[in-house]
């Protein structure tokens, strides 16, 4: 509104309607401000706590370096959710869609390829051959999200640092550089582990149902951050969920265990908007909301956990000297 438009407004109205015009400008302006907000998983909260307490179970088997950076590890858990600021656009728009997939986009693609050059081309197959009535854009790399493919390649990270870390400690090299990747990647990559375990992060039905709604669930925006971030913050600490976080596993297919794991998570996501229309995430929320909630907290501590501890066993399998390309159409290596 231009100043000259908004004077002759103020001299038209009373200065009751006045007031009722600035409340209703407010409250315009809020329901924007909530719609634009990007999805951060679990708030800061959820995501110091989930690092926090996977730190916490690591076992004695593994690196006592690593078992003592709890802090630094915890610190990590939001990391990158402070990559979202438009200050730093590039890095911003490159990275928004490893927070999530939206399963119900292809649910015709099964199983997922386990490289993203190779998800990317089936998905723009998909998009070329989606007719102008169907979206076709819905099947864009950045629309459907990208989630397990950042997931597996951090961990890839974790496990080569790892690998680096042995063979310095077998050569009595100092460790010190690499003992700080590895802290690094490990609470990098507990950011995206922990996200999987929020169904909303994991759903074309990530902040309000879309489509058939049956059940009457909320169509509005909002959900989304009234589950992860206020319900979470005022009634979860890491000491609610820690004791539901049992010894690690060694997984023998991360990339399949992970995208079953994002399928449990996607088959939740009716709970969580079952508990809003019970009324459980609101203020002290319901036992049935802890319970849930806690669950999907810890399910995100374990799965970091075992990923940790499989990349660890992994790091000691010798590197094949000519390993095969996964497929055919994997991209050139220069
Ligand atoms: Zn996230």
Redesign the pocket.
Known sequence: MRLEEREQLQSELNAEQFRRGLISLALIALVLLLQSAPA??WGNEGHVAINRVAAQKIPATMPQFLRRAVVEIAYLGPE??RWRSPSEFALKNAQEPD?FIDLERVSWLDPLPAGRYEFYRKLYEKRAATSAADHPDDYLPERVGLQPYITMEVYGRLKAAFREYRQRVAAHQPTQAVQQAIIFYAGWLG?YVA?GSQPLHTTIQYNGWVGPNPHGYTTQRGIHAQFETAYVAANITAKDFAGLVKNPERLEDPFARYIGYLRQSNDLVDNVYELEKAGGLTGKGTPAAFDFTTRRLAAGSQMLLNLWYTAWLESAAPVPEHASPPSATAPPTN
């Open positions: 951060f998983a990158p959710d927070h950011h996200d």
